[in-house]
């Protein structure tokens, strides 16, 4: 099975292809204002590494979120256009993806992302927060077998923890959750959009 991973939550986009179990290539960048100019082309690029053609992709994972406002959006909408096409389309949080693999060595991952506004995103007993990382600390010190998993800048206030920067392109840890895992293609806010309309009373 020939699958795509595309991850465009963050300022680093990225996307990865799995070949019958085995992620063959995988191209990230980091231009977050470029995102929507250039996915296409590194789409392109990463089946020529892999030696696949787009006809041959039967699956694609999508980040859903938290991240950029923008950037979710359009990892969104390229679910969208490859379920129109009539391939199986799944996503996945950001965190989700963050924290992939960890649990296997026996650690208790809590997946950071900058949230911007002095806070951050985590995932935090089951539930994704937004949240200031002093606020963070203080939940996590009782957690037992404690690893930060981070993208991005780790805020200071978080520096005395157990931490590691994940240096794996996200689209590939995508494409690493179990299937049983994916949730069907959607959105997944944490936060409002600055750019959300205000109710005011009348």
């Known amino acids: 099975m020939t699958r795509l991973g595309v991850d465009l939550s963050l300022p ?3 996307v990865s292809v799995e070949v019958n179990g085995e992620v063959i290539s995988s ?11 250039v996915i296409f082309s590194q789409i392109e690029k990463a089946f020529s590494l892999a030696g696949v053609s787009k006809k041959e992709v039967e699956e694609v ?11 979710v959006r359009l990892s969104v909408s390229i679910g969208k256009a490859f379920k129109e096409c009539g391939i199986k389309v ?11 693999g960890y649990e296997r060595l026996k650690l208790t991952p809590i997946p950071v992302i900058p949230a911007r506004r002095g806070r951050v995103y985590a ?15 203080s939940e996590v010190k009782e957690v037992k077998n404690l690893l930060i ?16 920067q994940e240096r794996v392109p996200l689209s590939a840890k995508l494409l690493l959750i179990p299937p049983e895992e994916l ?3 959607t959105f997944h ?10 109710c005011r009373e009348l």
């Open 12 to 14: 680093e986009g990225s």
């Open 27 to 37: 191209i990230c960048w980091n231009r977050p204002k470029l995102h929507a100019e």
């Open 61 to 71: 994972v999508v980040s859903s979120g938290p991240g950029s406002f923008t950037g």
């Open 90 to 100: 799944f996503s996945a949080t950001t965190l989700k993806a963050l924290k992939t």
């Open 123 to 137: 995932e935090l007993h089951g539930k994704e927060v937004d949240i200031p990382p002093e606020e963070l600390l």
């Open 149 to 164: 998993v981070y993208k991005g800048e780790l805020p200071p206030e978080l520096s005395q923890l157990p931490a590691i």
């Open 183 to 185: 949730s069907p293609l």
């Open 189 to 198: 806010y944490v936060r409002d959009h600055d750019a959300k309309p205000q």
